[in-house]
């Protein structure tokens, strides 16, 4: 049996998922199975994998059904303690295995650990997507850097997954029997990943490796920037959703969520710019608006609509009264 399974979900990836591929069988650690799940695709996808003759990849096929259906599949069919999933758009660096596998053997209380990721997209390269996207990793980071890992914290962890997700499928293994108690991922087309996380770590301990010892690719057939206005409506759901499980006192965690809406709410809203839809970018601010009283947001809405001259006299009048009598 290998120590670990190998999990690629692709769909209509025939023109990248061999580097994907290549990447896994490049690693330093050579115990593995690697378990490709065709979900659907029509491109060619089989011939791409076919051309591999290493005896440790399986080929399956299925019918279209998602990203975490996929995922599933694969652990269903992992014969290994532990299950690591690398989307078929992504990269490993050849130590990625060796370097995790090495710290959950000697940390058999952990049920997951995860990485940090260099960030492409395009031509910009970010060298750490933590530092990129996730300020709460930041400022805990801030106490020191952990190439090795870390246990992170369970309060630590709940209030980052509540606030935000940069723990990519790509950065993480998982222990297969915690995650089949965890119930696995939804079928959801975007956001599954998170949904599934904090389900998970209200099981499990989760480690972190302050490495990027992985590749994560943003590209143009990304989930992310396809359903902009779907992506937002399923995190707004799924935040608000954990907000009716948290007691009115835990003021820490539901100011996280409310941190969780408006990042969101930005970055959506950005993305609707880059495409020149100003009415969707400014419903999307005014929706977070609406849910959090972030009145940064309405700034935001009022600065997409209204002549910059007008925008900096608000953003004037606004500095000059407290926020709490906005939200009043």
Same mark, same amino acid.
């Given at each position: 049996m290998s120590k670990v399974t190998v999990i690629i979900p692709t769909y209509n990836r025939a023109h990248i998922l061999s580097q994907a591929i290549e990447s896994v069988l490049a690693q330093t650690m050579g115990d593995f199975e690697l378990v490709i799940v065709d979900d659907g695709s029509t491109d060619g996808t089989a011939e791409i994998v076919r051309g591999f003759s290493d005896s440790r990849i399986? &080929?399956?096929?299925?019918a279209n059904a998602g990203p975490g259906m996929a995922r599933n599949r694969g652990v269903a069919e992992a014969t290994s303690q532990y299950v690591s999933f690398l989307d078929s758009d992504d990269?490993?660096?050849?130590?990625?295995?060796?370097?995790?596998?090495?710290?959950?053997?000697?940390?058999?209380? !952990?049920?997951?650990?995860f990485h940090d990721l260099e960030w492409r997209s395009g031509d910009e390269v970010r060298p750490s997507f933590v530092r990129a996207h996730s300020a709460r990793m930041l400022a805990w980071l801030a106490g020191g850097s952990y190439p090795e890992g870390t246990l #992170?914290?369970?309060?630590?962890?709940?209030? @980052? @997954?509540?606030?935000? !997700?940069? #723990?990519?499928?790509?950065?993480? #293994? !998982?222990?297969?029997l915690a995650f089949k108690t965890s119930g696995g991922f939804n079928s959801w087309v975007w956001g599954e990943d998170w949904e599934f996380l904090?389900?998970?770590?209200?099981?499990?301990?989760? $480690? &972190?490796?302050?490495?990027?010892?992985? !590749?994560?690719?943003?590209?143009?057939? *990304? $989930?992310q920037l396809k359903e902009i206005k779907r992506n937002f409506t399923v995190a707004?759901?799924?935040? *608000?959703?954990?907000?009716? @499980? #948290?007691? *009115?006192?835990?003021? =820490?965690a539901l100011a996280a969520i409310s941190t969780g809406i408006t990042q969101i709410a930005k970055?959506? *809203?950005? =993305? &609707?710019?880059?495409?020149?839809?100003?009415l969707p970018a400014i419903n999307t601010c005014l929706i977070g608006f609406a849910k959090t009283g972030n009145v940064e947001l309405l700034f935001r809405a009022l600065g997409v609509c209204l002549p910059i001259?007008?925008?900096? $006299?608000a953003k004037t009048l606004y500095r000059g009264r407290s926020r709490a009598s906005w939200i009043a």
């Open positions: 399986r &080929y399956i096929q299925q990269l490993w660096t050849p130590d990625k295995l060796s370097s995790c596998l090495t710290f959950l053997s000697n940390h058999p209380e !952990v049920g997951g650990i #992170i914290p369970d309060r630590e962890l709940h209030l @980052l @997954l509540l606030q935000e !997700v940069p #723990i990519k499928p790509t950065a993480l #293994i !998982v222990d297969k904090l389900r998970f770590a209200k099981q499990n301990r989760l $480690a &972190y490796l302050d490495r990027p010892l992985g !590749v994560r690719r943003t590209t143009p057939d *990304s $989930a707004c759901e799924l935040l *608000s959703s954990q907000r009716s @499980l #948290i007691s *009115s006192q835990d003021t =820490e970055g959506m *809203s950005w =993305e &609707y710019l880059k495409r020149g839809k100003r001259s007008l925008f900096r $006299a």
